[in-house]
C-alpha cells in the first residue's frame, strides 16, 4: 500500500564521490576542473556507521564548489574495498554532468589527472538537446563525468 503523505523536496544539496586518494581526488576537481575548496574534514565512530552503513570506518573528506554545484569528496579508510571499481553501466552507478564550452580542451586537460573519456565525443541527435556533444570520462576510482557541449557554445567560438 502506498502512503499518500505530502512529501517535498526542497532542493539537491550535493553530489558524492567516494575516491581513493582524497589528496590526488582535490587536486583533479581544484587544479583540473577549477573547483574552489570549500573545506576539508574527518569523520567517523557510530555517526558515520549509522548514515552511510560503513560501520568501523574513518573518513578523510572534501568539499568543493564548481558551477554551483557542491561536490563531496570521501576517502574512506579501515574497509575492505573492491580491487575493482564499478562501470558506469552497472545498476546502482551514478554519474555527474557538466556543461562545458570546449569539451575538446577538457578532455585533453583532464587526461594528466588519469580521467580516460569512454570514447570520442558524440552529438546528440534528436530532441531538445540536438546537437549537444557528450561523452562519458571516467576517473582513476571509477567515478564517472559527462561532459556536454551544446550547439550554441561551439558556434560562438
Same mark, same amino acid.
Given at each position: 500500500?502506498?502512503?499518500? =503523505?505530502?512529501? %517535498?523536496?526542497?532542493? =539537491?544539496? %550535493?553530489?558524492? $564521490? =567516494? &575516491?581513493?586518494?582524497? *589528496?590526488?581526488?582535490?587536486? $583533479?576537481?581544484? #587544479?583540473?576542473?577549477?573547483?574552489?575548496? &570549500?573545506?576539508?574534514?574527518?569523520?567517523?565512530?557510530?555517526?558515520?556507521?549509522q548514515v552511510t552503513g560503513a560501520h568501523? !570506518?574513518?573518513?578523510?573528506? !572534501?568539499?568543493?564548489?564548481?558551477?554551483?554545484?557542491?561536490? #563531496?569528496?570521501?576517502?574512506?579508510?579501515?574497509?575492505?574495498?573492491?580491487?575493482?571499481?564499478?562501470?558506469? $553501466?552497472?545498476?546502482?552507478f551514478a554519474h555527474l554532468a557538466l /556543461?562545458?564550452? *570546449?569539451?575538446?580542451?577538457?578532455?585533453?586537460? +583532464? *587526461?594528466?589527472?588519469?580521467?580516460?573519456?569512454?570514447?570520442?565525443?558524440?552529438? +546528440?541527435?534528436?530532441? !531538445?538537446?540536438?546537437?549537444?556533444? /557528450?561523452?562519458?570520462?571516467?576517473?582513476?576510482?571509477?567515478?564517472?563525468? #559527462? $561532459?556536454?557541449?551544446?550547439?550554441?557554445?561551439?558556434?560562438?567560438?
Amino acid at each position: 500500500m502506498t502512503d499518500k =503523505a505530502n512529501i %517535498h523536496v526542497q532542493r =539537491a544539496d %550535493h553530489v558524492g $564521490f =567516494a &575516491v581513493a586518494s582524497l *589528496d590526488e581526488a582535490v587536486r $583533479f576537481w581544484v #587544479e583540473g576542473l577549477g573547483a574552489r575548496l &570549500v573545506r576539508t574534514g574527518e569523520m567517523g565512530g557510530a555517526f558515520l556507521g549509522q548514515v552511510t552503513g560503513a560501520h568501523g !570506518a574513518q573518513v578523510r573528506m !572534501a568539499i568543493v564548489s564548481l558551477a554551483d554545484q557542491t561536490i #563531496e569528496l570521501l576517502e574512506y579508510r579501515g574497509l575492505d574495498r573492491p580491487s575493482v571499481p564499478g562501470k558506469p $553501466f552497472d545498476p546502482g552507478f551514478a554519474h555527474l554532468a557538466l /556543461v562545458v564550452d *570546449d569539451i575538446a580542451a577538457v578532455l585533453a586537460r +583532464i *587526461d594528466s589527472y588519469g580521467w580516460r573519456a569512454q570514447g570520442t565525443p558524440q552529438p +546528440i541527435r534528436s530532441g !531538445a538537446r540536438a546537437g549537444t556533444q /557528450v561523452i562519458y570520462a571516467l576517473g582513476p576510482d571509477g567515478a564517472t563525468i #559527462e $561532459f556536454m557541449q551544446p550547439p550554441s557554445i561551439a558556434q560562438d567560438r
